[in-house]
């Protein structure tokens, strides 16, 4: 059952602009929310996080927003860069069972 | 290292074949979990690990598939008698509490069964 959807598998953007990946989630038990981002060979890195207690969170260049009420949640690279160019996975946990769902993850290309 | 360690990186079995997975999370991490990633998919959850206790192993695809971790330190993820399914990634990550936090990823073991 795919709990974490991301609709979009590619995304290609001019370097300097905005960057917007989207995440639809449809567990309502899930309260934390994160944005990884992996590399060819490499496992994931965490990106960015937010708690469902909030509505944003910002960390530079990375902005994630969340909507409950619509299951959903976004993340904004502004400006995005070429080093930007990876794929990055949603991902949702509930705080009753630590397991993590994660997304099929979106390939961001920033084109110089 | 200070980061999550799998060995190896690749592994070629013949189908019928056993595989032992290993991986060393970050000193000190608490949580510790499995995960196997297909070609174009994201990381699906296998089992997890509250130190030495396996607290959630809802995510082995079959009786094949077992982990440990008797130590609460280095996790084992062994497959029996492999099949052609199960050639995929299998990443370990750990965390360091309990509770919600962000998991720190190995590079992952890729398995292929031919």
């Known amino acids: 059952d795919q709990q974490v959807k991301q609709n979009s598998p590619s995304l290609s953007v001019q370097e300097g602009r905005i960057s917007i990946l989207n995440c639809d989630y449809t567990?309502?038990?899930?309260?934390?929310f994160l944005w990884y981002k992996k590399y060819p060979a490499e496992g994931p890195t965490f990106l960015i996080s937010i708690s469902s207690i909030k509505d944003k969170n910002e960390d530079g260049r990375f902005t994630v927003f969340l909507n409950k009420s619509a299951k959903h949640l976004s993340l904004h690279i502004v400006p995005s860069q070429p080093g930007d160019s990876a794929v990055y996975f949603c991902?949702?946990?509930?705080?009753?069972?630590?397991?993590?769902?994660f997304g099929a993850g979106t390939r961001l290309t920033v084109k110089p | 290292g200070a980061g999550v360690s799998q060995s190896p990186r690749y592994k070629v079995a013949k189908r019928g074949q056993d595989v032992a997975l290993r991986c060393d999370p970050i000193s000190g991490h608490v949580s510790l979990f499995w995960y196997q990633q297909a070609l174009g998919q994201g990381p699906e959850f296998l089992t997890y690990f509250q130190n030495e206790a396996q607290l959630d192993k809802s995510g082995l695809p079959s009786d094949r598939f077992f982990a440990e971790r008797p130590e609460g330190s280095v996790s084992t993820l062994k497959i029996q008698r492999t099949q052609q399914e199960d050639s995929a990634v299998y990443l370990c990550a750990s965390s360091q509490r309990a509770d919600n936090s962000p998991l720190h990823f190995g590079n992952g073991t890729r398995l292929t069964v031919t």
């Open positions: 991902a949702a946990s509930a705080l009753y069972n630590n397991d993590m769902r």
């Open positions: 567990n309502s038990m899930f309260d934390y």
